[in-house]
């Protein structure tokens, strides 16, 4: 077995030291990338054989040696050594170490700096695609919960005061479109950073006559990238990349909110399956939401990644620079964060209850009919300002009273509009408005019907 020495040791006197070994390393990080490492390895050989560089038996070793080097990895038999310091040199190292010469041919043509860009955007593919089918997963129980609450009117707020009423089911729909953003984001991501930029070398490609199609065109790449330059130093996709995590944890936050707003006493209108909750070590009673209040958290280090991603782009010179070893801690940390939480929102939605009860006695608080009203003067000629106005002094007069819309008479009403006639009761309370609505996208029952067998259709076919 050929004893392997890092090539550059002819260049650097001496050993580096213990403390440099360690701070330059990203080993511990990157070993994540050994398939994507090996497959465009194996990609690489290939075409380096089709040109003729490298022998038809060397092809064999080289692939034999690094499939046989994925298995050690994969059975945990492999040593990492962080002498090595990525994954890149880990595998060719032991390569050189398996096969002897033909090894030593593997990385001609070929710098770690395109390597690492064509390991990040094939592992990038992979983890869209996973974290694509978990938004599809939480969009699903979305619409199986919507589907229990077609009928259950509910507030809808604004400034978190009560505004309008509004069916369940659509509440919980207006999750699936923000999911949904979120999915076409992330295709778009997809899209934009499936090239390859393999054959770019350290950073102006090669005088060997590489095949930079061939390797794309193995990687199921689109094509390949124009710039060579470019090519090493773009991680505009790793930023948006974890920007899009960032906006899926944001939506999810924001749900989380809502649901540890409306599982309590004052609220009452959830109820997070115990599952779902922990209890306190001091106060016996306790049924805390503590999952969502981790989802609501984790948000922050999301948004850190991306912080960091920014910010370890805007001050490097063109070209590649060792900065940039430090993007993939983010966009690990970015992806698995989103993944975990939108498994966990997933598990939480498809075992959430609305109190409909305590919902509905609570309902014609609040004169969430009060615009409904409005327009029901409309429909009798008033212009909306003036029904505007006779509507909210209706209102202060409720309020002086104690009494709801709904529970005036008919003298009352009339005492402040003429127009009003003995059908208004059928436009006003909270159940009848949340029936009338008409508009396309409305929050009321026929729309949410709608959107349902909608979103039912479309995600079946995802
Ligand atoms: N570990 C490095 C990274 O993640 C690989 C590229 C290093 N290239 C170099 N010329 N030092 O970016």
């Known amino acids: 077995m050929a004893k392997s020495k890092k090539s550059w040791e002819g260049r650097l006197a001496g050993q580096p030291d213990q403390m440099t070994v360690d701070f330059v390393e990203s080993l511990s990080i990157d070993k994540r990338f050994y398939k994507y490492d090996i ?96 938004i599809t997963l939480l969009q699903k129980a979305f619409v199986k919960l919507a589907g229990k609450y077609t009928e259950d009117v509910m507030p809808g707020y604004t400034h978190l005061q009560r505004a309008q009423p509004i069916v369940v089911a659509s509440y919980l729909l207006s999750f699936v479109e923000q999911l949904e953003r979120d999915f076409i984001r992330l295709k778009n991501c997809s899209e934009l950073l499936n090239v390859s930029p393999l054959g770019s070398g350290a950073v102006a490609g090669s005088t060997l006559p590489l095949d930079r199609k061939s390797t794309a065109k193995q990687l199921g790449f689109s094509g390949v990238t124009r710039n060579t330059i470019d090519a090493v130093s773009d991680r505009d996709f790793c930023a948006e990349f ?30 997070i399956d115990d599952s779902f909750c922990t209890s306190s070590s001091m106060m016996p009673q306790k049924r805390n939401p503590d999952t969502l209040e981790l989802i609501r958290g ?71 009919d009060a615009t409904a009203l409005a327009e029901y003067l409309v429909g009798k000629g008033v212009a909306f300002r003036e029904a505007h106005g006779i509507v909210g002094s209706l209102v202060a007069y409720c309020e002086r009273t104690n009494k709801k819309l709904g529970e005036l008479g008919l003298d009352e009403f009339r005492k402040y509009c003429r127009a009003v006639e003995a059908d208004v009761y059928e436009s006003i309370g909270a159940a009848n408005v949340a029936n009338k609505y008409v508009t396309e996208g409305a929050a009321g029952v026929k729309q949410a019907k709608g959107q349902i067998a909608y979103w039912t259709s479309e995600l079946d076919a995802r």
Request: with cysteine; glycine share 8%; aromatic share 8%.
């Open 298 to 368: 984790k948000t922050a280090l999301v948004y850190g990644s991306l912080m960091a991603m920014l910010t370890i782009l805007k001050g490097q010179p063109t070209g590649y620079n060792r900065d940039l070893q430090e993007d993939k801690i983010h966009i690990f940390a970015a992806g698995d964060t989103v993944g975990k939480s939108l498994d966990m929102a997933r598990a939480i939605v498809l075992h959430t209850k609305f109190n409909t009860k305590r919902i509905s006695a609570g309902l014609e608080e609040g004169f969430l």
């Open 39 to 134: 497959v465009g390895s194996i990609a690489h050989a290939q075409m380096l054989a089709e040109q003729k560089l490298i022998t038809k038996a060397e092809l064999k070793a080289i692939k034999d040696g690094l499939l046989e080097i994925g298995q050690e990895i994969a059975e945990g038999r492999f040593k990492f050594d962080k002498k090595y310091e990525d994954i890149h040199m880990a595998i060719e190292a032991a390569l050189i170490s398996k096969i002897g010469e033909a090894g030593k041919k593997l990385h001609t043509g070929r710098s770690r700096n395109d390597q690492v860009a064509t390991d990040i955007r094939l592992w990038m593919r992979d983890e869209i695609e996973i974290l694509q089918a978990k």
């Open 242 to 271: 974890i920007f899009d995590c960032a906006l899926i944890a944001t939506g999810l936050s924001r749900l989380a909110e809502d649901w540890i707003i409306y599982s309590t006493s004052e609220f009452g209108f959830v109820r």
